[in-house]
């Protein structure tokens, strides 16, 4: 299965914060987009919901 990844939309060439997610069945992945090989974060759905508004709250 290929992953389509997304890349906040805070995120920049030259900014330290690159952050990519994706969506697969039950799964929400994250990764840091300087890094496609490494690490990735798996959350739930559930806990992926839970975690959007600490998330955002800088956004505000």
Do not use: N, Q
């Not at 997304?6 to 697969?24: L, R």
């Not at 992945?29 to 998330?55: E, I």
């Amino acid at each position: 299965m290929k992953l389509e990844w997304i890349k906040s939309s805070y995120s920049t060439s030259s900014g330290p914060d690159c952050v990519e997610v994706a969506a697969a069945p039950g799964t929400i992945l994250v990764r840091d987009s300087k890094d496609p090989d490494g690490p990735r974060l798996a959350l739930t759905p559930t806990t992926w919901t839970a975690f959007l508004p600490y998330a955002t709250a800088s956004r505000r």
